[in-house]
């Protein structure tokens, strides 16, 4: 069967799950299926032999879209559309997107498969957003939440990664350095406009002068991201937290960084904007990394047994960093056989071929 992916420019930065996990997802396919991704002009991409690349972007590596370019993708994926025999999108649900791809998947004659990247926003109306003929979460918790939507039931498939072998030491050794920090440090790396979480940090920190060095880390991708990253910058300066506390923007190696680091913190209030389990999460798994992350029921689904799950409350999230420095290895051990278990690009897409198989013996019967 012919698949084509219906993603975001696939090609670096990788740092959006919206890339990471279609990325992933070509890289442990088995090649039963050929898999169509879309790319900007020019980069083919180190892609195994059964990809083939298609450029309907103009430009890619940007934060935000240029204006027009979602009027450019579907004329790009219309225009092509004897060249496939399935849509397979990738997107945070929103009425608007979801309105979009199926009238995109009708125009095509095509079915589709929409994987449900993270739950839709808080309080946003849940029937509308299911569009396609199969739909998969990331979570059960998602899952549940828009089966209520009296559809048929999304399929549950955890992301993975198609790199396993942790991260080699320079590379770590340069990330370290070029965010100017020494060892032991924790690491934070939320979303500066919609996580939340950091208050909750800074209260931790604020209150325990024995607490290594917390690195709160995002990037500026709206006007509104950059301000609230100037104000935690004000709010690190307070006397009580020292030098222990500091504030980076954009991160050239998150990976590496997260590897350098001796555990992940992941306090967030909301996962929107992000998906179900953030990439880093399994990126600090892979890097045999302790996680700890707040009692949100998607994090707390998939770290439950392998890493810490805690409520808001800042004197325990104090005390939980205080306590890796002797249960980091175990916690950051019980990461890694859980990564390696349910987590690799290849255990994902040997379930999203299963779907495709399912389309396929449809389409021949």
């Not at 979009?100 to 926003?121: D, E, F, K, N, Q």
Request: aromatic residues 6%.
């Amino acid at each position: 069967m012919r698949v084509l992916l219906v993603t975001k420019p696939l090609e670096p930065p990788w740092n959006d799950s919206g890339k990471v996990v279609p990325r992933d997802l070509v890289m442990g396919s088995s090649g039963r299926h050929e898999l169509h991704v879309l790319a900007g002009p020019g980069d083919e991409g180190a892609w195994p032999p059964h990809v083939r690349v298609h450029h309907v972007y103009r430009d890619s590596g940007r934060l935000s879209p240029r204006r027009g370019s979602h009027l450019r993708l579907i004329a790009g994926v219309w225009s092509r559309r004897r060249e496939f025999d399935l849509l397979h999108f990738f997107f945070q649900p929103h009425p608007a997107a979801s309105r979009a791809a199926r009238m995109l998947a009708r125009a095509c004659r095509r079915p589709a498969v929409h994987t449900v990247l993270s739950a839709p926003r808080a309080g946003a109306p849940v029937r509308g957003l299911l569009f396609a003929d199969r739909s998969v979460t990331l979570s059960r918790h998602t899952a549940g939440l828009l089966a209520a939507a009296g559809t048929r039931p999304p399929d549950v498939v955890p992301p993975g990664l198609a790199e396993t072998e942790r991260i080699d030491p320079a590379r770590v050794e340069r990330a370290r350095r070029e965010a100017g920090v020494e060892a032991p440090f924790l690491l934070y790396p939320g979303d500066f406009e919609f996580s939340g979480g950091y208050e909750l940090l800074l209260e931790a920190w604020l209150g325990a002068a024995d607490l290594p060095v917390l690195l709160l880390a995002g990037r500026d991708k709206t006007p509104r991201a950059a301000e609230r990253r100037r104000a935690l910058e004000e709010a690190a300066c307070d006397p009580r937290a020292g030098e222990r506390v500091r504030v980076l923007g954009a991160v050239a190696d998150m990976p590496a960084l997260i590897a350098a680091s001796a555990g992940l913190l992941f306090p967030a209030e909301s996962l929107y904007a992000k998906s179900d389990l953030p990439i880093v999460v399994l990126e600090a798994w892979r890097e045999e990394k302790p996680v700890l992350v707040r009692d949100l029921p998607p994090l707390a689904e998939a770290v439950e047994g392998a890493g810490l799950v805690l409520p808001a409350r800042a004197p325990e999230w104090a005390a939980a960093a205080r306590s890796l420095a002797a249960d980091g290895a175990r916690l950051g051990a019980l990461g890694r056989e859980r990564f390696l278990e349910r987590h690799t690009a290849r255990a994902m897409a040997g379930r999203y071929e299963a779907i495709y198989d399912a389309f396929e013996k449809r389409g021949r019967g």
